[in-house]
């Protein structure tokens, strides 16, 4: 057993959390990772007629260990499991939330991150039974999603009305106050199952029907996705006719079929959702603590340039930030525009550090709103509106964009020392400026600086 994980286990133990997290700790000691099955399904919808794995035949994942909670290489100085009376279905934490971690700045926590695609309402809450029809073994389902699917009652779920994101944490980060900064290095991004499931859902994503049953502005009726003719709402949400597409990992990609084709795509893992404590309402289901919509505190901000060796800087606005994590990804494309991206779930490893105002240790932007940062580019965010659900919400792109244009402005003019007409023009001739996401209420852009373009 590793010094590292000794010293996990010792403080879970201490800590008095239940007999579930003892189990956990005791059986990591010994347990080795199990290996993914030999074949599945590469597609299905909330009916499950989808192909069973004898008939597709499709390897899978032989080079993705199966990390139950608490197993393998933990490399934090802190560990943090997901486990039903702990985390968040659908909310985030506000600023009165209870940290269920401690930790110094500086320090890292290695968090084992539960997907909700899988365990859904609309899938079944079930996912045994659910991965068990795409041909995943039982003992390949991750028992911390399993737990959470049967066990949780921390708030009511409405799967109409709540977010779908199981939310980890709040880690209290020693010394953040508000005005300071967090700063959160993913370290690793590790998937913690070899497979994921994109989903589309009637009444959201980029070509969703609109509240009024009819067709958003541009496209038709018949161009609405999932078909309307599927679309199944207001009933059990089994039967609403939603679709989620179930995809393996092959040999370090993703894999769907069609017909007789298939397609492989690229591997990307990064944490959909960071973020720290935001909204001041008390009410765990309060409207501005909905997981959906990216807010000033991060959150669901679902920018794929965000994993392991970036740097995500967030405005603190809770004693200790209370920073939480959830919507693993393994892949999403810039828009995930179908709705959710290829959804697993992930083991991040993150260092978390406090600069306060003046430091001159983060963007000036980030005091003020969030910041992103990788070892080639400067990432400034535009949001088409950052407050949660406070008097509605807003989905316009342009308001996203121009949010955008402005914080790389302020952080060329402020951090690099350009006047302002000169970056302006800078931006224009070599910047990027791309779609986050556009079905998370709260849209998103963001733009790419180029390091090397300077000094």
């Not at 393994?330 to 550090?353: H, I, N, P």
Request: hydrophobic share 40%; with cysteine.
């Amino acid at each position: 057993m590793s010094d590292t994980f000794a010293r996990n286990a010792a403080e879970i133990l201490t800590r008095g959390l239940g007999r579930r997290r003892f189990m956990k700790a005791v059986v990591a000691v010994g347990a080795g990772a199990g290996m993914a099955g030999t074949a599945v399904a590469c597609a299905s919808d909330s009916s499950d007629t989808s192909p069973t794995a004898s008939a597709t035949g499709l390897p899978f994942g032989g080079d993705v260990p199966i990390l139950q909670s608490g197993q393998g290489d933990i490399s934090g100085d802190h560990y943090l499991a997901s486990v039903p009376d702990e985390v968040l279905w659908g909310y985030v934490p506000n600023i009165h939330s209870e940290a269920v971690l401690r930790m110094r700045s500086g320090q890292t926590v290695t968090i084992d991150a539960v997907s909700h695609e899988g365990i859904l309402e609309d899938q079944g809450r079930d996912p045994i039974t659910y991965f068990g029809g795409k041909g995943v073994a039982e003992s390949d389902v991750l028992e911390d999603a399993v737990a959470i699917a049967a066990e949780y009652d921390r708030t009511p779920r409405d799967f109409d009305k709540d977010g779908p994101h199981v939310v980890t944490g709040p880690v209290f980060v020693e010394g953040a106050e508000p005005g300071d900064v967090l700063e959160i290095e993913t370290l690793e991004a590790t998937p913690r199952v070899p497979y994921g499931v994109v989903s589309s859902r009637h009444g959201k994503g980029s070509l969703a029907r609109t509240a009024d049953g009819g067709a958003p502005a541009g496209i038709t009726l018949d161009e609405v996705m999932p078909p309307i003719d599927t679309d199944g709402r207001p009933a059990d949400p089994t039967e609403q006719g939603n679709v989620s597409v179930f995809t393996p990992i092959e040999d370090g990609r993703g894999v769907m079929t069609f017909g007789e084709g298939r397609v492989r795509f690229p591997l990307k893992p990064f944490m959909g959702m960071m973020g720290v404590a935001f909204t001041a309402d008390e009410e765990p289901t309060s409207p501005n603590a909905h997981s959906v919509p990216p807010t000033l505190g991060g959150g669901n901000i679902d920018i794929n340039l965000l994993g392991t060796g970036s740097k995500f800087y967030l405005p603190v606005f809770a004693e200790g930030a209370l920073f939480y994590v959830g919507d693993p990804h393994m892949a999403m494309g810039d828009g995930e525009v179908a709705l959710t991206a290829m959804e697993g779930s992930l083991r991040g490893t993150f260092r978390l550090t406090v600069h306060k105002p003046g430091s001159g240790d983060a963007p000036s932007v980030a005091y003020d709103y969030p910041f992103a940062e990788t070892e080639e580019a400067w990432i400034p965010i535009g949001l088409s509106d950052p407050d949660g659900a406070v008097d509605g919400q807003s989905s316009d792109l342009n308001i996203a964009m121009r949010r955008a244009v402005v914080n790389a402005l302020d952080f060329l003019e402020h951090d690099q020392g350009m006047d302002r007409a000169t970056a302006y023009a800078y931006l224009s001739a070599a910047a990027d400026f791309t779609i986050s996401q556009v079905v998370d209420r709260t849209v998103g852009v963001h733009a790419q600086i180029v390091k090397s373009h300077f000094g």
